[in-house]
């Protein structure tokens, strides 16, 4: 057996071999092609390859599992998706299996030594598993006495709130709504999620702003945008096949506004592999402007653009869109008068820019009618991430962007159900209506406290409050922050247990009794009473649509998400329930009708569901009404922080390469940054570099000492890189073990994973 030569929850910290070659200027093309078929029939036989792609994002066929980038409605027959598509059902559709014999052959300490790259290699998770107390293997356990055991320790709790439901945001509609529904009448609303680590500031704004928390555009709009903001986001990477919409739009002759630390190449130029001169090399330049903006600049930067178009205003007029500011907003005076007191030089010092090119991207924001606001990660994990989001909206606001065509918010949510999950009251703060809806339905009384959203569950845990732990999928030790301190929370349990597809660090850090429950992926065909089901997802743009899995499974002892519900809750709740589990899972038509009754927007769910393509959720930004406090769409004031940086103290932000997704590793290659083979490195500034008397290749270890601890992530390799000075960037979850539990944004509670303050000191 391999030594462990650090804690098991670290990624192991050696190193794999680098080479750097130039960034690139332009995505995709015919690399991206080579490179998806290769991960795709790598993974799997031609036949299933085949069957896989070709339902991929069709009409009739399945979700991609990848981001929540909505599909055309127009869609090509074949190849609607992208190269990291491709890689996430190569990831879900290999036929290798996990079973076992595995568990058997390979400790839990031993598999903590392995890399997350190779932990995800293993395959499919084919059989349920069980470590008792005190073992040091996984062991084969039945998936009766599994859900005898979970339910059993349930009811032993001493109160509900002792137990904390996770999801991550792949869950389907039908699962989620059943798992909050059993979580509710079990007692507790202790439901975090990977949105609180991901969108919660945008909801958290747009809903204080515009009175819902998803963005307001359709696809359709950015054909019809005369200029498209993109802030704190890698589409290139992370949502590709946006890049055709940024394309369309751009020959429709809408502009394009990058604000980035990094210049990414997806944002630079796009080559359409689904055109014949994409695959030859052709190429269509996307960012007109690109503002490499320091690390949470963008406050300051929105400020100094509010502040240049108010002079504007006020100079010639015709810059504010005053007919949609009376009617529909409210808080203009406080805005102006707030914007009177900075200082623009000083804004744009404080944004890292110069004067010029904030200048000529302020032109064009005047210049423009309908706007679009498009943001991510890069704008959502700060200190002061929901101030950030509505000085976006206040900048939209002015110019009469929302609730016309062309125009809007645009959120571009990560996982593909990640909002499908939260309008199913996936939520650990549901509003009253919500849980008067259940009650009046269902005909128990849901808990009204709030629970606890990630960054508090972990903390309970900490605190030795939490005696089961239930995850529906995702990898709840390397996603969150602190990774040291979430292994010893977790380790506090009575019970981890686990719903996944594939392996990861999260099966290794365990309570005291640990379960393992492998489900059915989205390719996967899914077969309930003889009858074949189809679930259904939200996109990031509202419209609901279907899934339908094609492939067989791996194993026959893989159990449906829902399926895993209805026994966690016959287990648990037994005779009790006022929930007819059996009869909701004999046809998940079933589940979509108890839906329908309890969540307005969904009326002939069933039937509009099965409509190709599916349909949109009722919207009031979009159609210019606004559910706010005010009944209009609110102007806030805003706030921002700059950092007292120390001698030696850089601010760093953990970013996705281009071969992963969130936790799971395709890859070791970052191939547009130039990347390869290795992943933990840090990029910086060539003259931080010089200045802190290292060298390109250098090897350091790095440190945070947030609130007095000291947190450690050694052995980076140091990459220059054309990023402002005194930020740096690394990758997540290697670097998760610098972000301080205690470091999150005002109000959403997300982790502050783009702004930790770092110390670099050579090895
Ligand atoms: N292939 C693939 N697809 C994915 C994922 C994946 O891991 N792999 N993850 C999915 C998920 S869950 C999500 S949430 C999304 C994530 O999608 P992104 O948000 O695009 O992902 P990140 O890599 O976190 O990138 C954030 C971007 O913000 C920039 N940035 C960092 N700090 C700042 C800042 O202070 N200001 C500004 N203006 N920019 C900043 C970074 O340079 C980077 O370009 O993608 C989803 N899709
Ligand atoms: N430092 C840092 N930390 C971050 C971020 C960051 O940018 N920087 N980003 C944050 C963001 S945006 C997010 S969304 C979170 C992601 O947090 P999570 O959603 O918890 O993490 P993932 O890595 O997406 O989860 C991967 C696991 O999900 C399981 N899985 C995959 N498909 C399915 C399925 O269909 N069903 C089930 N039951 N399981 C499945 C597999 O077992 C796989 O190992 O991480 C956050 N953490
Ligand atoms: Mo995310």
Redesign the pocket.
């Given at each position: 057996m391999k030594k462990t030569p650090h804690p098991i929850e670290l990624t192991p910290e050696q190193l794999t071999g680098i080479s750097v070659e130039s960034p690139k200027e332009v995505a995709v093309g015919l690399p991206a092609v080579t490179n998806a078929l290769q991960h795709v029939f790598g993974a799997m036989d031609v036949r299933r390859g085949a069957k896989a792609l070709l339902n991929l994002n069709q009409k009739d066929g399945f979700d991609c599992p990848?981001?929540?980038?909505p599909d055309p409605d127009e869609r090509s027959r074949t190849a609607e998706y992208?190269?990291?598509?491709a890689?996430?059902i190569a990831e879900e559709a290999t036929t290798k299996r996990v079973m076992a014999d595995f568990f058997a052959k390979h400790s839990i300490e031993e598999l903590g030594t392995w890399s997350d790259y190779e932990l995800s290699q293993q395959g499919r998770l084919g059989e349920p598993m069980y470590k008792p107390q005190g073992a040091t293997h996984y062991q084969p356990i039945s998936w009766s006495e599994l859900f005898r055991k979970i339910g059993t320790s349930l009811k032993k709790l001493a109160s509900p709130d002792e137990a904390v439901f996770y999801t991550s945001?792949r869950t389907s509609n039908e699962a989620a709504f059943l798992y909050q529904l059993f979580g509710r009448e079990f007692g507790t609303n202790n439901f975090p999620d990977?949105s609180n680590m991901?969108?919660e500031s945008s909801g958290v704004a747009l809903n204080e702003t515009l009175g819902i928390g998803k963005g307001s555009v359709k696809l359709d709009d950015f054909y019809k945008a005369d200029l498209i903001i993109i802030?704190?986001?890698?589409?290139g990477?992370?949502?590709?096949r946006m890049l055709s919409a940024l394309e369309k739009a751009k020959k429709n002759g809408a502009k394009i506004l990058v604000?980035?630390?990094?210049k990414?190449a997806g944002?630079i130029a796009f080559s359409n592999p689904q055109t014949v001169g994409g695959l030859l090399g052709y190429k269509t330049a996307l960012a007109d402007h690109y503002?490499q903006?320091?690390?949470?600049?963008?406050v300051p930067?929105f400020k100094a653009f509010l502040k240049y178009l108010y002079k504007a205003e006020k100079n010639t007029g015709g810059v504010f869109d005053w007919t949609f500011i009376n009617d529909k907003t409210q808080g203009i005076e406080a805005l102006l008068e707030d914007i009177e007191k900075y200082d623009f030089e000083q804004l744009i010092c404080d944004s890292g820019l110069n004067v010029n090119e904030v200048e000529d991207a302020a032109e064009l924001i005047k210049s423009s009618k309908n706007i679009i606001g498009c943001?991510?990660?890069?704008?959502?994990?700060?200190k002061n991430a929901v101030d950030?989001i509505r000085e976006l909206v206040n900048l939209l606001l002015v110019k009469g962007s929302i609730g016309k065509p062309g125009a809007g918010t645009c959120p571009?949510?990560?996982?593909s159900n990640?909002q499908g999950d939260r309008t199913m009251g996936i939520w650990e703060a549901p509003p009253k209506a919500f849980l008067d809806k259940i009650q009046e339905q269902f005909g128990f009384d849901p808990p009204r406290k709030h629970g606890y959203n990630t960054v508090e569950a972990i903390k309970a845990m900490h605190e030795g409050k939490v005696g089961v732990f239930f995850a529906m999928g995702g990898n709840f030790l390397s996603a969150t922050p602190d990774t040291s301190f979430t292994a010893q929370a977790l380790r506090t349990c009575g019970i981890t247990a686990h719903v996944s597809t594939k392996l990861n660090r999260s099966h290794l850090v365990t309570g005291e009794e640990a379960f393992i429950l492998p489900c059915l992926g989205r390719t996967d065909e899914d077969i309930q009473q003889g009858k074949v089901q189809f679930v259904s997802v939200e996109n990031s743009m509202g419209v609901v649509h279907r899934s339908i899995g094609k492939l067989r499974p791996v194993s026959d002892q893989l159990l449906s998400e829902p399926d895993i519900v209805r026994r966690l809750a016959n287990a648990t709740l037994g005779a009790y329930s006022h929930v007819h589990w059996d009869f909701l899972l004999g046809d998940y038509d079933h589940i979509r009708e108890s839906i329908e009754r309890t969540i307005p927007g969904f009326e002939n769910y069933n039937q509009r569901v099965r409509q190709l393509g599916g349909f949109y959720l009722p919207n009031g930004p979009r159609e210019g009404t606004f559910k706010t406090s005010t009944n209009k769409a609110n102007f806030t004031i805003n706030e921002y922080t700059t950092f007292d940086l120390k001698a030696h103290e850089f601010v760093m932000?953990?970013?996705?390469?281009?071969?992963?997704?969130?936790t799971?590793i395709?890859g070791l290659d970052d191939r547009y940054r130039g990347i390869f083979n290795e992943r933990r490195v840090i990029l910086m500034n060539p003259t931080d570099i010089e200045k802190a008397g290292l060298v390109a290749g250098d090897r350091v270890d790095l440190f945070n000492y947030f609130g007095g601890e000291k947190r450690t992530a050694p052995n980076f390799v140091v990459v220059p890189y054309s990023?402002p000075q005194l930020?740096v960037?690394t990758y997540?979850p290697e670097a998760n073990t610098l972000v301080p539990i205690g470091s999150y944004a005002n109000r959403s509670m997300t982790p502050t994973?783009?702004?930790v303050v770092i110390e670099i000191r050579h090895r």
């Open positions: 990848s981001c929540a980038w992208c190269e990291n598509g890689k996430a945001g990977c991901c969108h802030a704190g986001q890698n589409p990477t992370n949502h590709p604000i980035n630390p990094l990414e944002l503002l903006v320091r690390i949470n600049g963008d930067l943001w991510a990660m890069g704008l959502t994990q700060h950030t571009v949510r990560g996982h990640v932000m953990t970013i996705r390469s281009h071969d992963q997704f969130n799971t395709y990023i930020c960037a997540f994973s783009k702004a």
